[in-house]
């Protein structure tokens, strides 16, 4: 499971993929029509950057035959910042590493990406974890993702990122979780909490929404809220929007590992 912090209720605004109408054999085309005029809504706009050619072509058609809509192609860091600019996509897809020095071109032109269109949602891949490239990375707050390249190849959950991510949420790959618990520091700042609130706080970092968390452990959602506004306070996190605090409890989690 992917770490994923829920989105804030800004999210709901954002273009939902396209659903097709289906003909209703009473009312004939007029009803066809107003139905298509109901449930017909704009796709997810993506750009996909990978150097990779068949790996970024492969994502492309992915994309595309999943109801979202692969408005460019980039090569490199250059031409990733270009098709941003001009087609103004609801998400980008970026390798971490990309010509011509393959370091941290992606991770550059992400980073200019929040400057300039910080609505865009960004998704980097990577080969490998990058602790410190992703922590940076995640600190731009909601509509942020770090992903490992090898979790493309579960498609489903892959996809249900990608919306999760343009939906405003910040997801973190187990991984980048699993390293940074193995780099525990003296000092716990977690120490606050009690043993179920860490439980619950775990869980928010591996993807759990309150629903699914409550799931999890056995108790109401109500429950969960309680324990979730509780580590918001103990930890001390500034006054802000709900999804923000989260992503801000979940980095202090990571952080704390």
Not at 10 to 37: F, K, M, V, W, Y
Not at 40 to 59: H, I, K, N, S
Not at 192 to 214: F, K, T, Y
Request: charge should be negative.
């Amino acid at each position: 499971m992917t770490t994923t912090v829920a989105p804030s209720s800004r999210a709901s605004q954002r273009p939902q993929r396209i659903r097709p109408a289906t003909a209703d054999p009473a009312g004939g085309l007029a009803s066809t029509l107003a139905q298509t005029s109901d449930t017909c809504e704009m796709p997810t706009r993506v750009v996909v950057a990978d150097d990779d050619v068949l790996l970024r072509a492969g994502l492309a058609s992915l994309l595309d035959r999943s109801g979202f809509e692969v408005v460019g192609q980039a090569g490199d860091g250059a031409e990733l910042l270009e098709l941003v600019r001009t087609a103004r996509p609801e998400v980008a897809i970026v390798d971490i590493r990309m010509p011509p020095t393959h370091t941290t071109e992606g991770l550059d032109a992400a980073r200019v990406i929040r400057r300039e269109l910080p609505d865009t949602a960004i998704i980097v891949l990577s080969a490998h974890v990058e602790v410190d490239e992703a922590m940076e990375l995640l600190s731009g707050g909601e509509r942020m993702g770090y992903l490992l390249k090898s979790r493309v190849t579960d498609v489903v959950l892959f996809l249900d990122t990608v919306e999760r991510i343009a939906a405003g949420a910040a997801v973190v790959d187990p991984s980048l979780v699993q390293e940074l618990v193995k780099a525990r520091r003296r000092r716990d700042p977690l120490d606050v909490l009690s043993p179920r609130e860490r439980e619950v706080l775990a869980l928010m970092a591996e993807g759990g929404s309150n629903a699914g968390i409550a799931g999890q452990i056995f108790v109401s959602e109500g429950t969960v809220e309680k324990h979730v506004r509780s580590i918001l306070t103990k930890l001390d996190l500034p006054e802000s929007e709900t999804g923000h605090r989260r992503v801000l409890a979940v980095l202090r989690f990571l952080e704390a590992r």
